[in-house]
């Protein structure tokens, strides 16, 4: 059993067509927001930021993915980081210290499903008030329903080719006029094809693995990835990516992340040797259970040895390395998949595998 990594296509997918009479993520259904479709994340970071104007000093959190400050430096937007907590609460006292002034953006990521404390909120929104911009990162709570802490922001970016078998996807949303879509670019480039490809070959490695080669699916994966780190033309989301949308069940692969999030949390709750984040409150939905192991790297390889593929969300970069609680993250984090194609006994064996990996470190 493999676990995690690539979500596979089924080609039965695309017979699909429209199941849900509409395609619509959670926050879709609150009309105060505009929504617009890119390829990726990083396109709707760059095409916002490019339409708001690049004298406007961005406040970045230090604990956050290289695509993300990449897309930032794309836009040319000179850039202030402040710290997050080991619990991935923004620093509040910090980012007051730092007088973000009306013109500027503050950016704010939505980590994990975990809830934005009081004092951070009351700071955001008095800044909001004062005519700062809020952007909201909701990448890592995509499926997470709005309320007082979570979707508040004037712009909320995603990505949601992370969450579902889509080969691409990007979603800004605004309570103001969104920057018009570039209509005279291909949506589908060298990337998606590839990583289209690769996530149908690799549903058919699943299904028969002794009949095909692992590592030909992989190297295509590889090349599409190389091209995503290179090509960074904004894009509208292809039309394939939509329809693989459409044929998705929204409802049904949130309530599955929630029910195995909830259960692997549950069996993981007594372990010592690893910090989790506190269970989610309601209406939240994390992208995979977020972990901290001051044997991170080990840990990882042994998962890996039992077909257990995990993220680093996200691995030490320039930005992590500015303050002392976002470097000690980078080190000592791992993502756990906790995704729609797994249900209780997949949780069950991570679990498993995990606390006995745990046992050798
Ligand atoms: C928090 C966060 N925001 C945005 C992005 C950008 O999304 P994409 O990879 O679709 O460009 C990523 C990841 O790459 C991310 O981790």
Redesign the pocket.
Known sequence: MEIGSMLEIQPSALFEGNRTGSFALPLEADASYHASYYN??????THLLQFLGRSRRVFLPSF??T??TD?VHRAGNPVVFYPVGEDLQPDSSFLSSASPAPGDLVYI?QYFGTVIEDDAMELFLSLQKKGILLIE?I??SLLSTAGAHFAFGDYL??????WFAVPD??ILYGKEKLPELPGDVQSVNEYTTYYFTAQMMKQMYLDAPDLYDKDVYLSLMRHANDV?FSDYTIRPMSDLGMRLLESTDVAQVRKQREDNYRLLHGLLSDEEAITLLPAPADGMIPFCLFLLNEKRDDLLRRLIDADIYCNI??RPNDATDRFPSSCALAKNCLSIPADQRYGASHMQHIATVLKDALSFL
């Open positions: 990726t994340g990083r396109s709707a970071i956050i993915c695509s993300v897309a990521c990162d990448t890592m970016i995603g990505s949601i080719r992370k996807g990007g995503l969300h996200w």
